[in-house]
């Protein structure tokens, strides 16, 4: 996982050949004139989803993990918490992987939880097991994918 601000997406740009253009779109976009919806960068192996879910408690957010894809996960409008727990700590599987969606949900509790304020950025990588979502009532955040 990498937690930092969008100011400083150059030195973390060279980990994938796709990062440097999720990092210009992102500096480059005014997501206050963005619907929510799908965006799609490079074909399936770059686009951008902007959501604009309610936010959940603790105790509501669910663990989840991906094969194919990294997130890029950056919110909008409020400061949003997200949980984090190694994927090979997770045990309890509460939807298998849906290979489709690339998703699988797990009922485990967070080792950690960090702040992720507007203008910054966490990186989640299929070694990450992360809960997003977690905030006081409606937001906007956007969610790059990433394939690996």
Do not use: C
């Not at 060279?14 to 480059?28: E, G, I, N, Y």
């Not at 603790?58 to 894809?69: F, G, I, P, R, V």
């Not at 509460?94 to 690339?102: A, C, G, L, R």
């Not at 966490?122 to 977690?134: L, V």
């Amino acid at each position: 996982m990498i937690l930092d601000s969008l100011s400083n997406s150059a030195s973390i740009e060279q980990l994938h050949p796709l990062f440097k253009k999720a990092f210009d779109f992102l500096k480059s976009t005014d997501f206050s004139t963005k619907e929510a919806g799908k965006i799609v960068l490079d074909g399936d192996d770059l686009y951008v989803s902007i959501a604009e879910p309610v936010g959940k408690s603790k105790d509501a957010a669910k663990m989840e993990t991906h094969n194919k894809y990294i997130d890029i996960q950056m919110p909008l409008t409020t400061t949003e918490t997200m949980g984090w727990k190694a994927t090979k700590e997770l045990k309890k599987i509460t939807q298998p992987y849906n290979e489709e969606k690339d998703i699988t949900f797990f009922a485990d509790t967070p080792t950690t939880y960090i702040q992720v304020q507007p203008g910054e950025f966490a990186i989640f990588f299929p070694e990450d097991g992360h809960a997003p979502g977690i905030a006081e009532g409606n937001f906007k955040k956007v969610i790059v994918k990433v394939r690996i």
